[in-house]
């Protein structure tokens, strides 16, 4: 029965130009970050690209520092400030900030304030250097003083800020520096199976649907095993489908970069991408964490969108429903009233792609005493949904007209 099942998936033109264009991307994309990638030169006084550029970044931070010490940052501020510059003019990004690279970017982070949009540049000309760039004690500082802020929509429990700070508290300091661009480039590959979900859309949509468009349910369900059997190798071709078709896009592209460039940067902390985040991970791990949300989601999307197949009857309600889910959220604005509409809202699939926020935004679900965090709610979520639509399959399918 799996055979016919996979037959169906293939043989429709559809599916098949949907599975060459998500691929298609991949390698678009993966194309586009390699060959973009540019860096400033001091010595060329010029920009380079491509590979080039990766392996000139790597120079750069490897001559920079190995360890963000309060000594090396104190020595870089001090540095900073000596030019006596407005940091946000062009005379600043020339002189100071461009031949810095990213380690300026970092340090001005961590002394911007946490619901600031944009980067205060002349944060660094502020900072009082008596006693040190104090760059650890700004950053927790920075996060105590974001959960103690009065928010309109409900502020922080006293369980939520203990939870966070204690989290904040055991993040292994100093941070080690690097590299981050071929890093960066792996998880801009992975976070592109958010596409691929539109593809698992098209080709699961008419999986139980196509069977009553035309007319064949009416036979099947007469069958010895139309029942049971048809209706789990349906589940099963579809469940191995989702979990192939992602996994070999993504992992092909990430491939691609690894031959390339090597895997440089994987074990460098998060903290990179912004001090605040309390986690103790590497960018490597953000990846493979990122590679899993596409999969437990992508699957989550499969099971619900077979349900809707099953009960709906229709390709087309089901396709609709399953892009609707994917892009309206995205035009759903933040309450500045409601706290529980906001955290709902987070929990949508356009919202938990991004790895890399969720890990700094501080967002968290208390039950009692207990406060899950924004990455464990995401997983319970999504695994309690694609639980529940695999439990309602078949009774949608054998349902009685």
């Given amino acids: 029965m799996m055979w016919f099942e996979w037959k169906k998936i293939f043989e429709r033109r559809l ?176 976070e592109i199976g958010f596409y691929l979900w539109f593809v698992i859309i098209i080709c699961t949509s008419s999986v139980f649907s196509s069977e009553y468009e035309s007319g064949a349910a009416l036979l099947l369900l007469t069958t010895k095993y139309g029942k049971d059997r048809l209706i789990w190798s349906k589940i099963a071709v579809t469940v191995l489908f989702t979990v192939g078709y992602l996994s070999v896009g993504i992992l092909a592209g990430v491939g691609v970069i690894g031959l390339l460039l090597g895997f440089t940067g994987a074990a460098l902390p998060v903290q990179l991408w912004n001090s605040v985040i309390p986690y103790n991970l590497s960018v490597g791990q953000v990846c493979l964490g990122t590679f899993a949300i596409v999969l437990l989601i992508g699957l989550a999307f499969a099971l619900v969108l077979l349900c809707c197949s099953a009960r709906l009857r229709s390709s087309l309600a089901t396709l609709v429903i399953g892009v609707t889910i994917l892009i309206a959220p995205a035009f759903f604005p933040m309450s500045k009233e409601s706290g529980l509409w906001n955290h709902i809202n987070y929990l949508f699939p356009v919202r938990v792609m991004d790895f890399k926020k969720m890990l700094g935004s501080f967002v968290s679900y208390p039950v009692g005493d207990c406060v899950i965090s924004y990455v464990g709610m995401m997983v319970i979520v999504y695994a309690v949904i694609g639980s529940a639509a695999l439990l309602l399959i078949r009774k949608g399918f054998v349902k009685a007209k």
Wanted: aromatic share 14%.
């Fill in 15 to 190: 599916n098949v130009a949907a599975m060459l264009l998500g691929y298609l991307l991949i390698g678009v994309c993966v194309f586009n970050y390699i060959t973009q990638e540019s860096i400033y030169d001091e010595k060329t006084d010029s920009y380079i690209a491509g590979i080039a550029a990766y392996r000139l970044d790597q120079e750069r931070t490897a001559k920079q520092t190995d360890v963000i010490s309060e000594e090396y940052m104190t020595q870089l501020i001090s540095e900073i400030q000596s030019y006596h510059m407005n940091l946000e003019s062009d005379d600043a990004y020339s002189e100071v900030i461009r031949p810095l690279g990213d380690v300026f970017y970092f340090a001005v982070k961590n002394y911007t304030d946490m619901r600031a949009d944009i980067m205060d540049r002349n944060a660094l000309n502020a900072v009082d250097l008596t006693g040190g760039a104090r760059f650890y004690e700004q950053r927790m500082k920075k996060i105590t003083d974001y959960l103690n802020m009065d928010f309109s929509y409900g502020n922080y429990k006293e369980s939520e800020k203990a939870y966070w700070i204690r989290k904040a508290e055991d993040t292994i300091t100093p941070f080690r520096w690097g590299s981050m661009s071929v890093m960066n480039s792996v998880l801009y590959t992975v």
